[in-house]
């Protein structure tokens, strides 16, 4: 199973489940914890091959990573727990799980909050991940992950977020990475299904201003999807929770508590 920590609240019925994304790991949710512990249960996780989470046995020979089974890994968590209900905080590609899980198991979802989520791919996005599967095999992981870290977070204030990814990407294996790469590059079926699909649960899109590869397909999705709202916070990039996380945390708290 996954490693996770859970944070049991004395009195509160709510659960809060976060989601970090590829590369990432359950740290880099640090800034949220104290706040939603206060009010809520907690749950981390890190994603297969990451953080704390090492990859098995059966994953050495399984090269094919789905979005549908790591999605099943988290539902395994959530079982293990018997939570019977959460609230899903997502950032990144852990935004693409949070929507497929709420796809395979929505009796589970209670709301989702999509951080610097990831809808559609532009072109810019799309020629980046084809250079990174040619060179993939060839070129050091480090250094791919570092490229793509830059492009996605180019600006100066967005040096804390590109170190934190990178050094926690750093923990991963080479075959790892290249899993992980291998089905960011399958993305594209599946989102197109999610843009097409309104789902009717309570949606939350918040979004860093300066998101320049991510921000305006959400714009578009928001505009057409009933349950979905959007929050946009200035002088921020693609990693909302690190980067401005006090406008994070009270814009997501807010949002669960006027749904309780």
């Known amino acids: 199973m996954l490693n996770y920590y859970s944070y049991p609240h004395k009195t509160s019925e709510e ?34 091959g990451h953080g704390n989470s090492k990859p098995s046995l059966k994953d050495t020979f399984n090269s094919r990573y789905t979005f549908d089974s790591i999605t099943a890994d988290i539902v395994e968590v959530i079982d293990f727990l018997k939570i019977e209900k959460s609230h899903f905080i997502g950032i990144s590609l852990g935004t693409i ?20 989520a990831i809808i559609k791919m532009n072109f810019r996005s799309q020629v980046l991940m084809k250079v990174g599967n040619i060179f993939k095999s060839v070129v050091p992981y480090m250094l791919l992950y570092k490229l793509f870290a830059f492009i996605i977070m180019p600006n100066k204030n967005h040096k804390k977020s590109r170190l934190l990814f990178v050094n926690e990407a750093k923990k991963l294996y080479q075959k790892e990475f290249i899993r992980w ?9 599946l989102l197109r299904f999610f843009r097409t699909k309104d789902i009717k649960i309570p949606t939350l899109y918040i979004m860093g201003a300066e998101d320049h590869l991510f921000l305006p397909s959400i714009k578009n999705i ?5 349950t979905s709202s959007l929050v946009v916070v200035d002088k921020c990039g693609h990693v909302v929770n690190v980067e401005q996380p006090a406008v994070f945390n009270n814009q997501t708290i807010q949002f669960i508590s006027a749904l309780a």
């Open 222 to 226: 928001v505009s057409k999807h009933k």
């Open 181 to 189: 790469f291998k089905l960011t590059s399958e993305i594209n079926p």
């Open 15 to 48: 659960w809060v489940t976060f989601v970090h994304g590829a590369g990432g790991s359950s740290s880099i949710w640090y800034k949220q914890i104290r706040d939603f512990k206060k009010q809520f249960n907690v749950l981390i996780l890190d994603l297969r």
């Open 97 to 116: 799980l949070i929507r497929n899980l709420a796809e395979k198991r929505p009796e589970l979802v209670q709301s989702m909050i999509m951080g610097g």
